[in-house]
Nanobody
Framework: QVQLVESGGGLVQAGGSLGLSCAASGRPVSNMAMAWFRQAAGKEREFVAALSWNGVTIDYADSVKGRFTISRDNAKNAVNLQMNSLKPEDTAVYYC???????????????????WGQGTQVTVSS
């Protein structure tokens, strides 16, 4: 029912910026908790950022706090991730995730999210 499609990944120089977008269909993003995760080669999937359904609560991983910004675009029914001051260690496949209103607020827990996008590759060169 719910489909998430990420876009905006690519190659960027260290210190540069990149914007990712997650377009949702089947349910308004305003009715879902939204999150971004990433998975580097050979590593476990890790939490990046999350936005509650009503926008009141926002959480970031310590590793990206102050550099990344998650936001909702209701007109496009999408959630964005603006990434600034990128570092080589930010290189990973970035995944969009979502869950319905009423679920517990466990932003950094992958199994909490019912819906996932296919991922988009972000590569940061040194």
């Amino acid at each position: 029912q719910v489909q998430l499609v990420e876009s905006g990944g690519g190659l960027v120089q260290a210190g540069g910026s990149l914007g990712l977008s997650c377009a949702a269909s089947g349910r308004p993003v305003s009715n879902m908790a939204m999150a971004w995760f990433r998975q580097a080669a050979g590593k476990e999937r890790e939490f990046v950022a999350a936005l509650s359904w009503n926008g009141v609560t926002i959480d970031y991983a310590d590793s990206v706090k102050g550099r990344f910004t998650i936001s909702r675009d209701n007109a496009k029914n999408a959630v964005n991730l603006q990434m600034n001051s990128l570092k080589p260690e930010d290189t990973a496949v970035y995944y969009c995730a979502a869950d319905a209103i009423g679920t517990a607020w466990l932003p950094s827990t992958p199994v909490k999210y019912a819906y996932w996008g296919q991922g988009t590759q972000v590569t940061v060169s040194s």
